[in-house]
């Protein structure tokens, strides 16, 4: 086992991570962790990824894993979104169109796995996997008529998660994870006072490290012997993003920097799968996902020194569910192709929907390959396009300065590399 080389590997994949620029997706929920689960839109992420990248979805999947891997693989993101405006009012600014906020980003991911039984005595694996489960970036256009809701959004996520897994039968898998995580959030909208310059900017900074858990089993009952069930529950996680609120621009008093912190309450998930092999070689599967999205409320930007409240932007995110189907197929001893479709429901609802998550019910269609090179060597390739349904906009933003009305519709193209490599 090269030791070495996997280190080196980890530490180059954290470095990518930390430089990701990210881009929504469900909600702001990234789940392309997976080029091999993202062949079947996750259909069978909690039951039948074959490879490292299981450690993310379900670390009980480890057990499968003769030898020590290696997982590295990248998801390129390219969202449309349209955003047209229908009917705005703005006292003041604000006039343009939005244009496409987002621009193409890749998503990189890497897992690496050990068994352990050598060593311990004890059918134990240990793995560790470094993602980037949530994240926003958005750009729109100088004076667009959405300018007091949203100009820039930059939010990214890197999670570290050492994770172990124990063979407790012949047919049950459980798995545990710690999710140590860092969230960087910055996001800006234009602002106006009544100043003798007509719009400013206000700019909301913040960083912080916390900490979640996940939790996972495989079973192949003795009486079900074509078929294996999952199940996952990964925490909520609460961050607060602590650095500071900047007002500039106004050319009055309100120009200021002052101290903030915001909260930023990510979801609890909870996913539940099942895979049958038709065939030795063929393999059906589906899978429910459950997202605990409520808990994220409001984005409210405070000063911690005074207690006062500096914004509140209230969101009134809905807990959602997925579901997906899929299927592979071995064609030989080399190469396997799989399908797979995925309803993804939006949390925001048209009461509360903004322009930094412009979001809508997304409709997953997925496909993908993987090739054994040699006895060492996987390529994994997967593409989806995923259809973003229309939804309505309607929003008071900066005390009555803009009644924002708009439609948002799109779609994201998503193409995947990814190798796995076995010591």
Known sequence: MNYKHLTLSALTATLLLSGAHQVQAAG?????????????????STTSLDDASTVYFNPAGMTKLERMQLNIGVDILAPDAKIKDTG???????????????????????????????????????????????????????????QFDSTDTHLKTMNIAPSIAYKA?????????????????????AVFVGGPTSVGESQLTGDDWSFGYNVGLQAKPAFLPNTEIGLHYRSAISHTLEGEVNIAGTG????????????LDLP?????????????????????TWFG?????EIKAINPDTGVTISNVTQNYENTMAFAIGAEHDFNDKLTVRAGYQYDETPTNDTFRTT????????????????????????????????????NINLVRNGGVSNISATSEGNVKIFSAGLNYKF
């Open 252 to 263: 009055s008093a309100a120009d200021s920097t002052q101290n903030g912190e915001a909260d």
């Open 268 to 288: 609890d998930i909870l996913t539940f799968g099942i895979a049958h092999d038709i065939t030795p070689a063929t393999r059906v599967m589906g899978q429910a």
């Open 356 to 391: 930094r998550t412009p979001d809508g019910d997304r409709n997953w269609f997925s496909g993908g390959a993987s090739y054994k090179l040699n006895d060492a060597i996987d390529l994994d390739f997967a593409a989806t396009y995923i259809d973003i349904s229309k939804e």
């Open 88 to 146: 705005t009012v703005n006292a003041v600014g604000g006039t343009n169109p939005t244009g496409n906020p987002y621009s193409v980003t890749p998503v990189p991911h890497a897992f690496a796995v050990v068994p352990l039984e050598d060593l311990t005595g004890l059918p134990l694996w240990a793995g560790i996997g470094i993602t980037a489960p949530f994240g926003l970036g958005s750009d729109y256009t100088d004076g667009s008529f959405a």
């Open 28 to 44: 702001f929920y990234i789940q392309e962790q997976s080029v091999k689960g993202l062949g079947t839109a996750f259909a069978g």
């Open 169 to 189: 039968t012949d047919w049950l898998s459980l798995g545990a994870g710690l999710d140590i995580q860092q969230a960087d959030g910055n996001l800006k909208s």
């Open 293 to 297: 999205w409520n808990n994220f409320q």
